[in-house]
């Protein structure tokens, strides 16, 4: 169910962007332009979030539950880089 919603998004946002390129090169009104901009920022992000939801309750879960310390320190970098990296 999550990874139907994050394609839903997905496609969406590329579905928009198409749309703002079109926009863009027919030199429509700024704002519009942005405002749909926006609206691929925000599929965008809430894909990003279901998909880090669906990580966090499968692959970290597994993870966490082995004894291998490596690969529980490797899982903890991964969301630590993912997290800096969307909140620039």
């Avoid at 394609?7 to 579905?15: D, E, G």
């Avoid at 030199?27 to 405002?35: A, D, H, P, V, W």
């Avoid at 979030?49 to 970098?77: D, G, P, V, W």
Wanted: net charge positive; with cysteine; hydrophobic share 40%.
């Amino acid at each position: 169910m999550a990874k139907e919603k994050t394609l839903i998004n997905f496609k969406k946002a590329h579905t928009l962007l198409g749309k703002i390129i079109e926009m863009t090169e027919q030199e429509k009104y700024c704002i519009s332009i942005m405002q749909h901009n926006l609206a691929v920022v925000g599929l965008l992000k809430s894909a990003h979030h279901m998909m880090m939801e669906e990580h966090l309750n499968t692959c970290f879960k597994k993870a966490m539950s082995t004894t291998n310390e490596k690969r529980k320190q490797e899982m903890i970098n991964e969301i630590l880089k993912v997290s800096k990296l969307s909140n620039k």
